[in-house]
C-alpha cells in the first residue's frame, strides 16, 4: 500500500463480519426470550385483573348491593358485564358500579378473545356453558418456559 491510502483489507472485512455475526446470533435468542418473559409478565398481569374483577363481583353478589340473574350462581353473565357495570340495588339515582375500566388484550393472541369458564363447566373443557363467567384463560396453545400450557395458568 502506498503511504496515505486509507482503508480495510478484505481479512479485516472478513474478521468484522465474522464476529457481528457471531454477536447477532447470540442476540436474536435472548431478544426472544426477553419478549416472551414480558408477554408472560402481561398475561398473569391480565388474568389477575380479570380475576379480582369477577371476585370483586361475586362479592359485590353475596353482599347484596347488586341484582344477581337467576343461575348465575352470583356471577357475571359475560366479562363485558364487568366492563359496562351494575346498577347498585341501594342506590336511587341508578348508580352503576363496575369492575374493570376495559378487557385486557391477550398478550399471547394478541386479541380481546379469552377462553371463559363458567360454575358448570368441567374445568379441563375448553368449552363454554354461557351460563357466567367464572374463570378466565388465554387461548393460546404455546407452553410457558416450565412446559405447562398458557391456558392453564
Given at each position: 500500500?502506498?503511504?496515505?491510502?486509507?482503508?480495510?483489507?478484505?481479512?479485516?472485512?472478513?474478521?468484522?463480519?465474522t464476529?457481528?455475526?457471531?454477536?447477532?446470533?447470540?442476540?436474536?435468542?435472548?431478544?426472544?426470550?426477553?419478549?416472551?418473559?414480558?408477554?408472560?409478565?402481561?398475561?398473569?398481569y391480565?388474568?389477575?385483573?380479570?380475576?379480582?374483577?369477577?371476585?370483586?363481583?361475586?362479592?359485590?353478589?353475596t353482599?347484596?348491593?347488586?341484582?344477581?340473574?337467576?343461575?348465575?350462581?352470583?356471577?357475571?353473565?359475560?366479562?363485558?358485564?364487568?366492563?359496562?357495570?351494575?346498577?347498585?340495588?341501594?342506590?336511587?339515582?341508578?348508580?352503576?358500579i363496575?369492575?374493570?375500566?376495559?378487557?385486557?388484550?391477550?398478550?399471547?393472541?394478541?386479541?380481546?378473545?379469552?377462553?371463559?369458564h363458567?360454575?358448570?363447566?368441567?374445568?379441563?373443557?375448553?368449552s363454554?356453558?354461557?351460563?357466567?363467567?367464572?374463570?378466565?384463560?388465554?387461548?393460546?396453545l404455546?407452553?410457558?418456559?416450565?412446559?405447562?400450557?398458557?391456558?392453564?395458568?
Amino acid at each position: 500500500m502506498k503511504r496515505g491510502e486509507r482503508g480495510l483489507t478484505l481479512v479485516e472485512l472478513i474478521v468484522a463480519f465474522t464476529i457481528l455475526s457471531l454477536l447477532t446470533t447470540m442476540a436474536v435468542p435472548l431478544a426472544r426470550y426477553r419478549v416472551r418473559i414480558e408477554k408472560e409478565r402481561e398475561l398473569r398481569y391480565a388474568l389477575k385483573q380479570m380475576r379480582d374483577a369477577i371476585d370483586a363481583y361475586k362479592d359485590a353478589a353475596t353482599q347484596g348491593k347488586i341484582e344477581v340473574k337467576l343461575g348465575t350462581d352470583g356471577y357475571p353473565e359475560s366479562l363485558q358485564q364487568l366492563v359496562d357495570g351494575v346498577k347498585l340495588l341501594q342506590s336511587a339515582e341508578g348508580k352503576k358500579i363496575k369492575f374493570l375500566r376495559r378487557i385486557p388484550t391477550d398478550p399471547m393472541t394478541n386479541s380481546k378473545e379469552w377462553g371463559l369458564h363458567s360454575t358448570q363447566d368441567d374445568p379441563d373443557s375448553q368449552s363454554w356453558g354461557g351460563q357466567n363467567v367464572f374463570d378466565v384463560y388465554t387461548k393460546s396453545l404455546e407452553k410457558a418456559r416450565d412446559g405447562t400450557p398458557y391456558s392453564q395458568w
